[in-house]
């Protein structure tokens, strides 16, 4: 049976929560911020909350699943999505908007010597340099450009570029939180065995090392596909079946392939749930594989020939 964007029945979100536990043991360590370390925060309840992964790295991990690193393309069931490749001066392969954290407004996209792609954009998107942002027109070039931008959200922050006021905020949007949180110090030594007490500034010498993970009876991985931006972008019936599979997707893929966050933090998911629209059952991963290819095709009319624009960069 083919997805159909009318399963949502115009429900403004989807909205998933899943459980997550620890692969092996109880441990994990969630991610850190500079000046921080981890986000441990008081709930509205009293309790101890620590968040294990941020909505802006849940962007980065939704994507990276979906790329083949060895063969420098999308996975499989996602080839034929439009992209923005960057290559060097010797024409070899250096990023993507995919990879990129900031997709098509890269730095090594936007701002190298190679201005071609920055023309095209300035041509598409004039004439907003006062008034209203068309958002529909936005989304219309990036759907072309680089598909991929419309569900993890831009901003070209160019003043060529509408003043640098061209901007979507996430469509799809995720983050892991552990309720109860509590610590588990341990720590350790970096030992030198030639010469323990060498000078630790150049990497000599035995070096003690204090180290928090965390422990926690729940953890929760919440994720949002905001139904309403999607049709708001006015690109049809047959791009927004494809951006909302796509979206699936993406979640269903990390949830298989992604949660190995770091060394200390492999996770498993427990169980998955829709608490909006509670009508709604997500297809699975086999049955997204098999008809986003279709998906995809029925778009063709909406993406760039060719579907790849190439760029070279050099500062």
Request: aromatic share 6%; net charge negative.
């Amino acid at each position: 049976m083919t997805f159909d964007f009318s399963a949502f029945d115009n429900a403004p979100r989807l909205l998933l929560e899943v459980d997550l536990q620890p692969l092996q043991g109880t441990r994990f360590q969630p991610t850190g911020f500079p000046d921080l370390g981890a986000a441990v925060y008081e709930g509205p309840d009293g309790e101890q909350m620590l968040l294990v992964e941020s909505a802006q790295s849940m962007a980065n991990r939704l994507e990276v699943v979906c790329w083949d690193d060895v063969a420098d393309d999308w996975v499989t069931p996602l080839k034929g999505l439009p992209l923005v490749k960057v290559q060097d001066k010797s024409g070899r392969p250096l990023t993507n908007s995919v990879l990129e954290s900031h997709r098509i407004n890269s730095p090594y996209i936007l701002e190298g010597k190679d201005k071609s792609l920055l023309e095209v954009l300035k041509s598409e998107l004039a004439g907003m340099e006062e008034g209203r942002v068309d958002i529909r027109r936005l989304a219309t070039v990036l759907m072309r450009l680089d598909t991929n931008a419309l569900l993890h959200g831009v901003f070209l922050a160019k003043k060529e570029l509408a003043g640098g006021r061209l901007r979507l905020p996430r469509v799809l949007s995720a983050f892991i939180e552990a309720r109860q949180a509590k610590v588990a110090a341990s720590g350790g030594v970096k030992n030198d065995s030639v010469n323990p007490s060498g000078d630790t500034s150049k990497g000599f010498g035995n070096v003690p090392f204090a180290r928090d993970e965390y422990v926690a009876p729940q953890i929760t991985a919440y994720f949002n596909i905001d139904l309403s931006q999607i049709r708001a972008f006015g690109l049809g019936d047959a791009a927004n079946n494809l951006l909302a599979a796509l979206a699936l997707y993406k979640i269903r893929r990390f949830l298989d392939e992604g949660l190995r966050l770091r060394t200390a933090c492999d996770l498993r998911q427990v169980d998955l749930r829709v608490t909006q629209p509670q009508s709604f059952a997500v297809p699975g991963r086999a049955e997204l594989e098999a008809q986003l290819p279709s998906l995809i095709e029925a778009c063709s009319e909406l993406f760039a020939d060719p579907r790849v624009t190439q760029v070279t960069y050099e500062k």
